[in-house]
T-cell receptor
Framework: DVKVTQSSRYLVKRTGEKVFLECVQD?????MFWYRQDPGLGLRLIYF???????EKGDIPEGYSVSREKKERFSLILESASTNQTSMYLC??????????????FGPGTRLTVT | SQQGEEDPQALSIQEGENATMNCSYK?????LQWYRQNSGRGLVHLIL?????REKHSGRLRVTLDTSKKSSSLLITASRAADTASYFC????????????FGTGTRLTIIP
């Protein structure tokens, strides 16, 4: 079974802090994704990566950056946390195939509160 | 921008009844997927239907796709309390585009 793990289930940070959210997958997937989920807005894509050191902006990248130094690990970085970044953050991974879109496998989520 | 819109936003039914959720989308797609999310957890993939398919079954799940109307429906038959969850449709774009665009979800409650 594919397993996607996230470093924390709950996290509380102060405004202005630099925050790192870590995601690790164990199935050698090429693609990895970071979403945030807010009530009434569904899932919104922040960034995704299709290979090591490769990244592409999603729909709401402002205030975030990412790092993918190893294939299995994809990190989301909040450079200076703000209260409007309080949210549920979900990591996902999928296989790459250039003629199709594969299902995504999700981690359990990190509920981040910025005070 | 949100591609998929689920309808209804919330649905409550008695255990044993069938539950139907609908999804509409705006642009052409390669495939459409349905996911389930239990409260406060990650999403779990349920079923994928390709743009050239009209219907697909998986256990108690039945998915239909009408590309002319840009809509899909998810039917859960003989519902169980464990089916209580939020359900999301997600659309996959053109070839080579790995991104999925998720809707806002339908919250399903099964009353025992």
């Amino acid at each position: 079974d594919v397993k996607v793990t996230q470093s924390s289930r709950y996290l509380v940070k102060r405004t202005g802090e630099k925050v790192f959210l870590e995601c690790v997958q164990d199935m050698d997937h090429e693609n990895m994704f970071w979403y945030r989920q807010d009530p009434g807005l569904g899932l919104r894509l922040i960034y995704f990566s299709y290979d090591v050191k490769m990244k592409e902006k999603g729909d709401i990248p402002e205030g975030y950056s990412v790092s993918r130094e190893k294939k299995e690990r994809f990190s989301l970085i909040l450079e200076s946390a703000s209260t409007n970044q309080t949210s549920m953050y979900l990591c996902a991974s999928s296989l790459f195939r250039d003629t199709d879109t594969y299902e995504q496998y999700f981690g359990p989520g990190t509920r981040l509160t910025v005070t | 921008s949100q591609q998929g819109e689920e309808d209804p936003q919330a649905l409550s039914i008695q255990e044993g009844e069938n539950a139907t959720m609908n999804c509409s989308y705006k642009t052409s797609i390669n495939n459409l997927q349905w996911y389930r999310q239990n409260s406060g957890r990650g999403l779990v993939h349920l079923i994928l239907i390709r743009s050239n398919e009209r219907e697909k079954h998986s256990g108690r799940l039945r998915v239909t796709l009408d590309t002319s109307k840009k809509s899909s429906s998810l039917l859960i038959t003989a519902s169980r309390a464990a089916d209580t969850a939020s359900y999301f449709c997600a659309t996959g774009g053109h070839f080579g585009n790995e991104k999925l665009t998720f809707g806002t979800g339908t919250r399903l409650t099964i009353i025992p």
